[in-house]
């Protein structure tokens, strides 16, 4: 009975799928960070140069982009669970290759092909479809407080991973084990944790998947019927472009980017920089439980923007600090209410499009997000080589949100999800 009580109200009545989903979640996000903070580590300890290493994780990011874009876009209609699996078991495939080969253009195939998480957060073709079945099996009700909940086990299991990782490669380094042997111990981890993560999908059972019309969702020969959105075609373009522009501004101050300024500005060393972005990923996943009170009354896109705007003038506010403890202050401020807009923003998208297409949308809602980030973090490097330019990226990211803010309001305030009708 205690523990039945302890179960948030929103999350009672998940069904035995959601409970699965929520597991698979955290499991691979616990995988993704554990094999964050070690994998460049262990490329140099193989032999590979900084230059081989950049390019492989660059292609690794590319090949992530094209494996999740052709299975999400195919889920709805070959099966979500279907689909699920094989992304496993490339998340597996990919980590026993990195465990068990030195040869570059082996380990390039692997990672292209693969699912490796270079940075610790979502790739692959998993939290497209996870959020799609979610949906599918919640009611839409209570689906932004589950898509709450969701994020913030993320959150978590990626904080958990991360001291995870760092800590068991630390202690390993004590005995008589080689630098890059205590390091593959974490990426043999990460394949086994790909082999559990195929198994456990395995548990979906037929409630996950949905039931598409006789008559398809989009007319034939059509560009959205190939990437498997037809109705739902025009938001999901608008939405992708907005997106795109949100993760490309969030590029210029991605995580490893905010260390390293950290580092250039105050000479923080990286022990305490793993401290100060711990907690700041922890707030970040409690921050998400606020958004869906305020979106029961707000609405979830103004949800979205009024706790989004704030967000980006603490950005701007960061580098304006004149010393580290007010700098770290602001960024944790920022970080409390960061991810306000997450869940909001992933259930309005599952909200306003067909639920024969969500999988379809939200793959490429997501592709429209990673190709953003990626591409920003190319001027960082330039703005970093000049000590004039350091506190830059905050300005432009920051700049840029807003702008992205004002845009989402002005295109979707009147496109209201079927239960704030």
Request: net charge positive.
């Amino acid at each position: 009975m205690l523990m039945i009580n302890a179960v948030p109200g929103a999350l009672k009545g998940l069904t035995r799928d959601g409970w699965l989903l929520f597991f698979t979640r955290f499991m691979r996000l616990f995988a993704y960070g554990s094999l964050s903070v070690v994998l460049v580590f262990y490329l140099i300890a193989l032999g590979l140069s900084a230059s081989q290493t950049g390019m492989l994780l660059t292609l690794t990011l590319v090949g992530d982009t094209v494996v999740s874009l052709y299975l999400t876009t195919r889920a709805d209609r070959i099966g979500r669970r279907r689909m699920l699996i094989v992304g496993a078991i490339l998340m597996a495939a990919a980590g026993l290759a990195f465990a068990f080969t030195k040869n570059f253009l082996l380990l390039i195939i692997a990672g292209t092909i693969g699912v490796i998480s270079p940075s610790g957060n979502e790739v692959g073709p998993f939290l497209s479809i996870e959020q799609a079945a979610l949906s599918h099996v919640v009611p839409a009700r209570t689906r932004t407080d589950v898509f709450a909940w969701y994020t913030l086990a993320g959150s978590v299991a990626t904080a958990a991973g991360a001291l995870f990782g760092g800590t068991i490669a630390h202690a390993l380094q004590r005995t008589t084990m080689t630098p890059a042997g205590t390091y593959r111990v974490i990426v043999v981890l990460y394949a086994a944790l790909g082999v559990l993560l195929a198994y456990s999908f395995t548990r979906l059972s037929p409630e996950a998947e949905v039931s598409l019309p006789q008559e398809g969702s989009a007319l034939p020969g059509t560009i959205g019927s190939f990437f498997g959105i037809g109705r739902s075609q025009r938001v999901v373009m608008k939405l992708s472009s907005l997106f795109a522009l949100d993760s490309f501004a969030g590029g210029f101050v991605v995580q490893s980017l905010a260390a390293y300024w950290f580092y250039l500005r105050f000479g923080v060393n990286p022990g305490t920089l793993g401290v100060i972005f711990f907690w700041a990923n922890i707030f970040a996943g409690i921050s998400a439980l606020l958004a869906s009170r305020l979106a029961s009354r707000l609405g979830l896109i103004k949800t979205m923007v009024v706790t989004h705007l704030p967000s980006n003038i603490l950005l701007i506010l960061v580098p304006l600090m004149p010393n580290l403890s007010l700098a770290i202050l602001v960024l944790l401020l920022r970080f409390s209410i960061s991810q306000m807009d997450v869940p909001t923003r992933q259930s309005y998208t599952m909200a306003v499009v067909r639920a024969e297409e969500r999988s379809a949308a939200a793959g490429i809602t997501g592709v429209a997000r990673t190709t953003g980030a990626a591409i920003s973090p190319l001027f960082v490097g330039f703005m970093f080589a000049r000590p004039s330019w350091i506190n830059a990226p905050f300005f432009i990211a920051g700049t840029l949100k807003i702008v992205y803010d004002l845009l989402l309001y002005r295109e979707f305030v009147a496109i209201q999800p079927p239960e704030e009708l």
